[in-house]
């Protein structure tokens, strides 16, 4: 089904593109979001209520760009709501949400897709190890444990192919992608560049 379609199904409150949309985006959504907080329950909740809102609101949807690039700001919208609620839990220092804020501001969905596409192919010229314990870091959402345990490593070795990660991404891509990058990568990136 094609974009325009399903936003015109989902402003007349057809069901099964609801369910359309869920399963099409559920997967990237939930990864997004788990970058963003680190943690699968929070992650869960904040895409669920992505989706709970957009039905909800799905009459007045106005999409300017991409359906794709509206869901990930409002996973991105979510997740500062859930931020400002949970403040003085979650380690989220003000320097760099107003970098977040300043980021997602200044770029459209163009860039950011260049940007997203940028940094995926950064991330495919990791060396091999690197970026298998990357990706299971950040894309799947392992612990560090999980990870030593899974790829039958050390948790130093699991932390040291991670920094080495983020240290070859940051001077490949330079600072221009510093607060995309944390945006993306969440705390843990942040923890690689203080």
Same mark, same amino acid.
């Not at 593109?17 to 907080?37: C, E, H, K, N, P």
């Given at each position: 089904?094609?974009?325009?379609?399903?936003?015109?199904?989902?402003?007349?409150?057809?069901?099964?593109?609801?369910?359309?949309?869920?399963?099409?985006?559920?997967?990237?959504?939930?990864?997004?979001?788990?970058?963003?907080?680190?943690?699968?329950?929070?992650?869960?909740?904040? /895409?669920? $209520?992505? *989706?709970?809102?957009?039905?909800? @609101?799905?009459?007045?949807?106005? +999409?300017?760009?991409?359906?794709?690039?509206?869901?990930?700001?409002? /996973?991105? $919208?979510? *997740?500062?709501?859930?931020?400002? @609620?949970?403040?003085?839990?979650? +380690?989220?220092?003000?320097?760099?949400?107003k970098a977040l804020e300043k980021t997602v501001a200044l770029h459209d969905e163009t860039s950011w897709e260049k940007i997203m596409t940028k940094i995926m192919e950064e991330i495919q010229k990791l060396p091999p190890r690197c970026q298998e314990v990357f990706l299971l870091s950040r894309k799947e959402g392992l612990t560090n444990l999980e990870i030593s345990e899974y790829l039958?490593?050390?948790?130093?070795?699991?932390?040291?192919?991670?920094?080495?990660?983020?240290?070859?991404?940051?001077?490949?891509?330079?600072?221009?992608?510093?607060?995309?990058?944390?945006?993306?990568?969440?705390?843990?990136?942040?923890?690689?560049?203080?």
């Open positions: 089904m094609d974009e325009i379609t399903l936003i015109s199904s989902l402003k007349r409150g057809d069901e099964n593109s609801f369910i359309y949309l869920v399963d099409s985006y559920s997967q990237r959504l939930f990864g997004y979001a788990l970058t963003l907080t680190n943690h699968h329950e929070m992650a869960q909740d904040i /895409v669920q $209520n992505v *989706f709970l809102k957009t039905w909800e @609101k799905r009459k007045k949807l106005r +999409i300017e760009s991409s359906l794709q690039n509206y869901l990930f700001k409002s /996973v991105y $919208n979510e *997740f500062i709501n859930q931020y400002k @609620k949970k403040r003085s839990t979650m +380690i989220l220092e003000q320097k760099y949400f039958d490593i050390s948790i130093k070795t699991v932390e040291a192919q991670i920094t080495k990660a983020f240290s070859i991404l940051r001077e490949n891509l330079g600072n221009n992608y510093k607060a995309m990058l944390f945006l993306l990568f969440g705390t843990r990136y942040k923890r690689q560049i203080q």
